[in-house]
């Protein structure tokens, strides 16, 4: 059975300012972080006491008394989109924390080893790069708890990139893209190490992500949400209208 009104949580983490989601079952506590690429002791601190500076957006309780009717939160797994190095550079500092198994699409395991020397060159520091536990299974819908999410494969902007579609029951799905869709935008495909190709992931966004339910709501990994259905109609590079090749055949964030 598909989730009930899920609470879900977005922190923009990082001096790229990625959206960290973290979503959480509100019957069970069941919850699962969504690219914890930095800034892992807000999270922590937020998840387990309300402590520290919170998220950027919730639709859910933002205090102690707020929460004091739903069950004790426990992380069940850590879920990566992608294994670009501001969306996967701190796990390893989370799985220290949090004894749980991260999945990651293999496609992307050579990426991720390069976290820690990305991360450098763009003048950031990161740990030794953590090396997934689990797959991400294209095709299949994954259970990380009480969570149940359908798994897209979407290369382009990398390789392994996947899009994560939170089922609900009682309302629209919400679909964690990473950096394959965002708002009146798509994802680099120049990026170095990385197997990008514009070609690709407008076909990957048109056969995984179109199909999707118009009221889909999306959450890119920068900038603002937006829903499946507005980006069907109006995205310039891969919407609708765009045409062949989309608008300048590369995105706007990173």
Avoid at 13 to 38: E, F, H, K, N, Y
Avoid at 111 to 140: C, H, I, K, N, Y
Avoid at 152 to 175: I, K, M, R, S, W
Wanted: charged share 20%; glycine share 12%; net charge negative.
């Amino acid at each position: 059975m598909a989730i009930v009104n899920p609470w879900v949580e977005c922190f923009f983490v990082g001096a790229l300012q990625m959206r960290c989601s973290v979503v959480t079952d509100r019957a069970t506590g069941d919850t699962v972080i969504i690219d914890g690429g930095s800034e892992p002791d807000r999270l922590i601190a937020w998840i387990e006491r309300f402590g520290g500076r919170g998220p950027d957006w919730s639709n859910g309780p933002s205090s102690p008394s707020e929460q004091s009717h739903l069950p004790q939160r426990r992380v069940v797994a850590l879920v990566n989109t992608h294994a670009h190095f501001d969306h996967s550079g701190h796990i390893p500092d989370l799985l220290e924390h949090y004894p749980v198994k991260w999945y990651l699409h293999p496609d992307d395991t050579y990426l991720q080893s390069l976290a820690q020397s990305s991360a450098r060159r763009w003048g950031f520091d990161a740990p030794t790069p953590a090396v997934a536990d689990e797959v991400l299974e294209p095709g299949t819908i994954m259970e990380f708890g009480s969570l149940k999410f359908q798994i897209l494969h979407t290369p382009g902007h990398t390789l392994g990139g996947c899009c994560l579609n939170l089922l609900v029951e009682d309302g629209a799905n919400h679909l964690f893209v990473g950096d394959t869709l965002f708002a009146g935008s798509v994802g680099r495909t120049d990026l170095p190490d990385t197997g990008g190709d514009f070609d690709v992931l407008a076909t990957s966004i048109h056969t995984q992500l179109w199909p999707l339910e118009a009221d889909t709501v999306v959450y890119p990994g920068h900038g603002p949400l937006t829903t499946i259905g507005h980006e069907r109609a109006t995205n310039p590079f891969v919407g609708e209208g765009a045409g062949p090749g989309g608008m300048y055949g590369r995105g706007k964030y990173a």
